[in-house]
C-alpha cells in the first residue's frame, strides 16, 4: 500500500503563492503517476494536476499558467506550487498516486484558504 501525507497550506492573500508537498511512503514502486486534487466545501473534488512517470503534464483549465506540478523521486515527494491564487482556490488540496490498477488511499489532505 502506499500512504501519502499532503502538508504546506495555510492561509493566503489573493495572490499570493503556496507551495504544496505531498510524500509518499510504502510500496512506492507500484506508482505510475501522481496527482493533486481539491475540494471546496458542498463541491465535488476535482482532479488539478497530474503527472506521470514519463513526465508528461495535465492541469485543470483553471489552474493553467498558475500551478506547477513537479516531482523529486529521491524525495518521494510530489509538489504543487501555486502562483496567483485566487480565492476560488479555497479547498482542502489531496494528493493521490495512480498504481497498477487503482488510486492509493486518499491522505488528510492540507488546506488552503485564499483570502480576497
Known amino acids: 500500500q502506499v500512504q501519502l501525507v499532503e502538508s504546506g497550506g495555510g492561509l493566503v492573500q489573493a495572490g499570493g503563492s503556496l507551495r504544496l508537498s505531498c510524500v509518499a511512503s510504502g510500496s512506492i514502486f507500484n506508482i505510475n503517476a501522481m496527482g493533486w486534487y481539491r475540494q471546496a466545501p458542498g463541491k465535488q473534488r476535482e482532479l488539478v494536476a497530474t503527472?506521470?512517470?514519463?513526465?508528461?503534464?495535465n492541469y485543470a483549465d483553471s489552474v493553467k499558467g498558475r500551478f506547477t506540478i513537479s516531482r523529486d523521486f529521491a524525495k518521494n515527494t510530489v509538489y504543487l506550487q501555486m502562483n496567483s491564487l485566487k480565492p476560488e482556490d479555497t479547498a482542502v488540496y489531496y494528493c493521490?498516486?495512480?498504481?497498477?490498477?487503482?488510486?492509493?488511499?486518499w491522505g488528510q489532505g492540507t488546506r488552503v484558504t485564499v483570502s480576497s
Open positions: 503527472l506521470s512517470n514519463g513526465g508528461i503534464t
Open positions: 493521490n498516486a495512480g498504481l497498477r490498477t487503482s488510486l492509493a488511499t
